[in-house]
């Protein structure tokens, strides 16, 4: 996987919480035509899994289905690496 800064960013995104692209993008600051391709990407890489939410909740909220997503142990050590490579992102995200 291309170790880039909107990588790092986006699984630093993910280990401290946020769960959702509009919240990641938020988070990060980066737009959602870089989000959610990046996403897919790491999801295919195994760096992190995909969930959608029933379509009940989403329903009783009056709104679209979202996905969720979660960081795993690969994509943790590739989080370690980025944060090596961009030392100046360690603390680029407050915690949510």
Do not use: K
């Not at 993910?14 to 600051?29: E, V």
């Not at 897919?40 to 997503?69: H, K, N």
């Not at 944060?83 to 680029?92: G, I, K, N, S, W």
Request: aromatic share 10%; glycine share 8%.
């Amino acid at each position: 996987m291309n170790l880039t800064q909107p990588t790092a960013l986006t699984l630093q995104a993910l280990a401290r919480g946020y769960r959702y692209g509009f919240d990641i993008m938020a988070a990060t600051g980066l737009p959602s035509g870089t989000i959610y391709p990046l996403l897919r990407r790491l999801e295919r890489e195994g760096c992190i899994v995909g969930q959608w939410e029933s379509e009940d909740a989403a329903f009783s909220e009056g709104r679209p289905r979202r996905r969720t997503y979660r960081i795993t142990a690969r994509g943790r050590e590739l989080l370690a690496a980025a944060l090596e490579r961009f030392v100046y992102l360690r603390d680029a995200l407050a915690n949510p």
